[in-house]
């Protein structure tokens, strides 16, 4: 299932999905990460530069993201 996410200007946009692998602490995990693409915007002027796109988050999606860091860790470290 697909799940559509809206961009500044209302526009449905998919959400997307990519693998991470780090380090952390001598330990590799890895894990699913999930984000959609948007304009990117310069932060000290608040311009939005439409020509280049770059990840986003919802508030949903780093909840999902962080919790699949966690379990990653576990699994990592054999608690689970």
Do not use: C, F, W
Request: aromatic share 8%; net charge negative; glycine share 2%.
């Amino acid at each position: 299932m697909e799940t559509k996410v809206l961009t500044r200007e209302n526009i449905p946009t998919d959400e997307l999905q990519t693998t991470v692998d780090i380090v952390y602490k001598e330990v590799t995990l890895q894990y699913n990460e999930v984000y959609y693409l948007d304009y990117i915007v310069n932060e000290d002027t608040g311009m939005i530069n439409k020509d280049i796109l770059e990840k986003h988050y919802t508030k949903n999606q780093m909840d999902r993201n962080l919790r699949a860091l966690k379990n990653a860790y576990l699994v990592a470290k054999g608690s689970v």
